[in-house]
C-alpha cells in the first residue's frame, strides 16, 4: 500500500514539474534575438500570426513562429531553426541553404521543398512536394535518399 501511495505521489510530482506550459504572444518579440535577426533578415516582409513559447520535458524553451502565408518556423532556446515547413506552397528559397536548394532543382526541378529538419545538429531531413525524403550531413552533401 505504502508503494502505491508513494508511486502516485512520485507520478504528480513528476507530471508537475514536467509539464509543458505554452504561452502564444502576438509578434516576434518573445523569441530569441537571433531567431529575430533571421526573420528580418530573411522574412522581412513576412506576418507572423503567433509566436508560442513552450517548454520541453528538461524545462528548455522552444519557440513556434507561424507566419499568415502558413510558414512555420520552430526556433530552438537559443534562437537556432530546428524545423522549417510549408506544406501549402513549399519553403521560400532564401531561407533554405544554397547547397540544398541547387542540389534539389537540379536532379529534382518541378518539386518545392515543403519541410527542412535539422536531426540532432549533424545532418538534415528534407521532405519534397512529391513525398520524398532526403538527407544531408551538417555540411550540406547528400547521404541518402529515402523514397
Known amino acids: 500500500m505504502k508503494m502505491m501511495v508513494f508511486a502516485a505521489v512520485m507520478v504528480c510530482v513528476c507530471s508537475l514539474g514536467f ?14 534575438l537571433k531567431a ?14 503567433y509566436v508560442k513559447e513552450s517548454r520541453t520535458l528538461f524545462l528548455r524553451k522552444e519557440y513556434l513562429a507561424v507566419f499568415a502565408t502558413g510558414l512555420k518556423i520552430e526556433f530552438d532556446n537559443n534562437g537556432n531553426w530546428i524545423d522549417m515547413e510549408s506544406a501549402k506552397i513549399g519553403l521560400p528559397q532564401n531561407i533554405i ?4 536548394w541547387q542540389y534539389v ?13 535539422k536531426i540532432r545538429h549533424s545532418s538534415m531531413r528534407v521532405l519534397l512536394s512529391n513525398k520524398r525524403e ?9 547521404m541518402e535518399i529515402d523514397v
Do not use: H
Request: contains cysteine; aromatic residues 12%; hydrophobic residues 35%.
Open 97 to 100: 541553404p544554397e547547397k540544398i
Open 19 to 32: 509539464s509543458k506550459g505554452n504561452i502564444f504572444v502576438q509578434g516576434k518579440e518573445k523569441l530569441p
Open 134 to 142: 532526403l538527407f544531408f550531413d551538417k555540411y550540406y552533401n547528400r
Open 36 to 49: 529575430q535577426i533571421f526573420i528580418d533578415d530573411k522574412l522581412a516582409k513576412e506576418r507572423i500570426v
Open 105 to 117: 532543382k537540379e536532379f529534382n526541378c518541378s518539386v518545392n521543398i515543403v519541410e527542412i529538419e
